[in-house]
């Protein structure tokens, strides 16, 4: 078929209205459906205390999702009940209060709502003069404010904390080598070099790997008994790096260690970055949002003097996935590693096309979802001090849990409770086997779930108090069903093997 | 305050169960907001056509959007109520079937309540098992369908195609250096090089300068006069580059170029590719998916044979924003550039943890919205044939614009029309200028809004017609109130200088 001849034929099956458009053929037909579906999800939020945690999905339910590609279309009723019984049941189970694996936050009805609205917008974030990029603004100028930032700190959405991590290293790439390494790559300079402690997350090593640095130029700086990175091994080794002619370019404090939710000494990284001029970053994916209680905001006291942030709203903060963040100081360097000149992201005096910065001109993304709507809506809807106060509340709760695995017979600390991760460990498992079987254990019956993380290189258990609806008294269910478990888990590995 | 005495002051405020979370107080009050919120959304989407595509937020309504963080929470209804008269009028506009501008879909109403469940859900699909990632692995079969791609190819949503073509870039890179560069960074590394044309995205640039690769290295091969990369002159660059030592290691295939919608003629491309063992990637952005219409699958001939493609499905596809996606057909090689071995990422028997293969470890994000289900519902509710002949009507309008601007005595055609843009210019406006006014004041009349671009480096007229919504008789609409806003801005121009 030549080109030409594509759109040749006589025969237009479009030229309906009708069939023009992916529009509802009727409406209110599909208002109902709509209205169905969101009773659904309401309901499903309210009851979530009532059903299992977890569980796996079915061989046959699987199997429903391995089928070709739909040719012809369903009715909107139709799916949502294929979602309802085959997804719903399914899920990752972190709406749940006793969901306590990794660090997810658990949601909130009014992000659903807020959601719901920005996808009825549709709007593309990437740039052009229109309303969303003002919300974008407004959140970054309530970071500046809970971070005591500079107001005009710019900032910008992604996906999550990994990739505004990613961000962080390629700011702070231009800050060393210039925005020549754009053009030039990094063939042409010397090899950079960065620090970040034992326990900082993983997402900083890739950082690393995709921007080309290398992951073995990460330097992993030694903890103390707290988890946090060591000052004076950091000033070591960058004296080292120096003498032997790399470019030391950036220090990754954390905000919340993932494993522990350890905060490093802020303000020592901050005093030892201005004395060797280097980028000082902070992964505050869950931590930094600490701020907005006053009961934690002194365990970060030194944020204030990072040169650039990367957080997660999706996590303490209870936004629905995705909404990561990224924010810097210095603005002008922050564009100057990302604007383009391509002519079709070229600003106009007036118009949709006006505006001077843009979203696309501060991260990788062009096209970009509303991810602020939901983050304000949170905002707006708890205010910062009921937020601030949910926050302390998880980790009240993680003191309680603390205290009730002090008590407990079965288990024993493994790390120190800083914010709101409890890590222990069946006494007297040195291989962390138990541990995991624990963990699967619970998994499988639905009644909690944390997950494992290594201390020392043992598999312990690990629960992460993130979700707003944990409250004191799901730890004791949870301390009994881990301890009932751990009481099985032994008993049939004392048991004879059958023959 | 020392750490240690953070909580433990007797006053706690958070003992009752109705302050201990972030649900409503009352269900059936929130109930009754979300259903208004959703009425609102409907109503919205069903009167698209009556309001104006864009119109600027006035100064007052931009004002309450620089307000310090809210310390206090406010009513649902009174936050939809300002999200109807202040965000709601002054959006984007591409759900308008008279938005043209850039490469943006429409949207629909059935996307909108698939984000609505997800965010409900609120799955984070970076991993573990859950029936999420599934849905998530379903489209990747359904696309290994539609391209002709192996069962096996692996997959992975993103926010778009520029981070698609960033996860591209490193692949390829692995492929070249295996695993190794990860660790060890570029500089102990030959110089890598690729290839795209001169019409390619900037985003390509972008992805060379964010992997450390430097956009000097991304050669921009000419176009012939279908603006389709010229193969002869992508030959003898390679040539060129290996005769100076140089690694090239991607060439770039663009399946839609944004400014013209040009394919390049990929069975060449990808015949080069296999002469010269490169890795064959393909930045099918908005284009790709037209392998859905059988009218212009014949256009995309090749694609089958490419390494990699990058898509979105928020473009032609109508899918909300934002969800882009990376195929390839290089399973191990793909995991093999992202998989991480921290402990909180372990892969556990059975329980959540359990699966093999998680989305992490085919990409840069551990925190990831479940975008495979607005895209599930899409191809569910209108299936693929459905979604065909909506991306074949696109073409079929920008079609008919072409003809009435074949017609018009005030304008004239700036490029062929190959799929659905349509690019054109006021005759004899050498400068462009009089195009960029047009542009500018059909924005602000509210009737239409295109974009400019630049062809042969002069600024014209372009119109992307992506929307599902957008009709023949709208292009009659558009062409007269550009040809009314030409006569406007030349009068002017003609019209002697007031005193």
Known sequence: MTRSAVFDHPNDAFATERDTSLDPQDWEVFRADAHRGLDMMIDYLRDVRDRKVWQPAPAEVRAEFKAPMPQQGKPLGELLKTFETSMLPYATGNTHPLFMGWVHGGGTPVGMVAEMLAAGLNSNCGGRDHIAIDVEREITLWLAEAFDFPRESSGVFVTGSSMANMIATLVARTDILGEQVRTDGLRATGQLVGYASTEAHACIERAFEMSGVGSAFLRRIPVNRKHEMDGAALRAAI????????LPFVVVGS??????????????????CVEEDIWFHVDGAFGALGVLSPELKPLLNGLERADSVALDFHKWLQVPYDAGFFICRHPDLHRRTFMSTAAYLSRAPRGLAAADIWPCDLGPDLSRG??????????????????????????????HLEALIRRSTVFELSADVTLNIVCFSVKGDTT????????????????AAPSTTKIGGRPVIRAAIVNHRTQMRDM??????????????MAERAAPVAP
């Not at 004791?476 to 888990?489: D, S």
């Open 370 to 399: 509303f991810r602020a709507l939901k983050t304000w809506f949170t905002f707006q809807s708890f205010g910062a001090e009921q937020l601030g106060a949910t926050l302390a509340q998880t980790c009240r709760v993680a003191r």
């Open 432 to 447: 962390g086997r138990v541990n995991r079987e624990i963990v699967m254990d619970l998994h499988e019956s639905g009644v």
């Open 476 to 489: 004791e269910t949870f301390v009994a069903a881990a301890e009932a478990c751990a009481a099985r888990v």
């Open 239 to 246: 004296a080292e790096d120096r003498a032997a002619g790399l």
């Open 255 to 272: 905000a919340g260690t993932v494993n522990t939710g350890a905060i490093d000494d802020l303000a020592r990284l901050a005093d030892i």
